[in-house]
């Protein structure tokens, strides 16, 4: 099968919106941004060995690959629009294919979020997703803004993906329905992108957590020069990380990474608005620190952090 039939069979999606003025089969797509519209712009790489084990289900490459790069857009407060796709594949398999197609498509129709243009190489297996959409002018939710005095918060739960990779890579032994759903949560992160607009209205900082929350912690506080206190009592964790011990569960939870959910900053008193707000949409949101009087630093329940704890691509050069 050559390349230009994997194209034609599984990245030419029909029904393109009216913004698509040339998606896939020319050399490049022609969009249409809305009137009063930022365009908004992110790219992750996805490699095979290094952001998902080998033998992960090509469905589920498929849907994180597209998931990591929604979760970018979800944190500036972005709606989803377009994306194009770089695969590098090493053989032609076409059921492989497939699949892969079929979970990031299932992903796609869920956000409204339409591929437009790629490319398909032969390689060692890599997975290019870039992600476009769009805010109102100057609206654009960033890392530098927290404020002092800001609460710090997160919604979903932490740890669960860093627990079902150690599952995976059998280092973690946990009771069956506990793996599955850590090994899920993995494989299948829920891109938090139905909360941006009431983020847009109520936060003033915001990220996705990929990295860990007090590596990606502190970036937010030294994009905006503030210093912040963290309460690791009150990390939001699931059931499954219950079951382990209190040392294992904060290792996943504050510097595991690959959690996608959001981290952001609000004034105390849109508090119980966006809780409830984000309630009915079926998010938990959880306080676990605020952004307090010092210019730097951050304090783990009254110590200062190392600022080591995260994954780093190059950390063992
Ligand atoms: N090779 C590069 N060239 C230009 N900018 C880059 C390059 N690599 C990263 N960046 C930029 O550096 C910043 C941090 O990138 P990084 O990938 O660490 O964060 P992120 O994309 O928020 O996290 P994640 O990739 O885990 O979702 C982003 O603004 C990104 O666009
Ligand atoms: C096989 C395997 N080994 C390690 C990990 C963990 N992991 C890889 S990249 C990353 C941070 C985000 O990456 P980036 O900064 O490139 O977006 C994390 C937490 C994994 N998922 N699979
Ligand atoms: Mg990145």
Known sequence: ??????????????????????????????????????????VDTFNAGIHFPHETPPHAIGYK????????????????????????????????VAELARGMRELAQQHNIFLVGGDTTRGALSITVQVM??????????RSHAQHGDLIAVSGTLGDAAAGLAVVQQRLQLPTAAADYCVHRLNYPTPRNPLSDLLLQYAHACMDISDGLVADLEHILRASGVGARLDRELVPCSAALQLMSEAQRLNFALSGGDDYELLFTLPSSALPVLTRAAGSLGVRITVIGQVDEMQQGLLINHRFSDGRRGYEHFSSE
């Open 1 to 42: 099968m050559s390349e230009f039939d994997l194209i034609r069979d599984y990245f030419r999606w029909g029904g393109s919106p009216d913004s698509v003025r040339v998606g896939v089969g020319d050399d490049a797509a022609i969009l249409r941004v809305p009137q009063g519209c930022e365009l908004v712009v992110s």
């Open 65 to 96: 690959a597209l998931a990591v790069n929604l979760s970018d857009l979800a944190a500036m407060g972005a709606t989803p629009a377009w994306f194009t796709l770089a695969i590098s594949l090493p053989q032609a398999d076409t059921h492989w």
């Open 133 to 142: 959409g769009f805010v109102p002018c100057g609206a654009g939710l960033l």
